[in-house]
Nanobody
């Protein structure tokens, strides 16, 4: 079992930055690929970013490439997402998730999810 707790969301002006954190329980955190997904009101859940368990390979959704950066600290059982140049269309609930399966860009491959953190970007 893996429990995930997100933090760092909030209200920010367009062009601003936020850093999301996701703290994981369990001793096998380093074995899991970690992903961030988001869901805006009335829209389907969207892949944002993911980082592999080995070698720290990162993948990004097209809408956030060049603006968001995912990273992980296995010693702290934590995954981060630095979000820069935020836009109003980035407004959503952001979810952290963990998986041992592939491909890591698909939300149906993730077994563990956090409760989500709201990010609101004001224009």
């Amino acid at each position: 079992q893996v429990q995930l707790v997100e933090s760092g969301g909030g209200l920010v002006q367009a062009g601003g930055s936020l850093r999301l954190s996701c703290a994981a329980s369990g001793r096998t955190f380093s074995s899991y690929a970690m992903g961030w997904f988001r869901q805006a009101p009335g829209k389907e859940r969207e892949f944002v970013a993911a980082i592999s368990s080995n070698f720290g390979i990162t993948l990004y959704g097209d809408s956030v490439k060049g603006r968001f950066t995912i990273s992980r600290d296995n010693a702290k059982n934590t995954v981060y997402m630095q979000m820069n140049s935020l836009k109003p269309e980035d407004t959503a609930v952001y979810y952290c998730a963990a998986t041992l399966r592939l491909p890591i860009i698909r939300d149906d491959k993730y077994d563990y999810w956090g409760q989500g953190t709201q990010v609101t970007v004001d224009s």
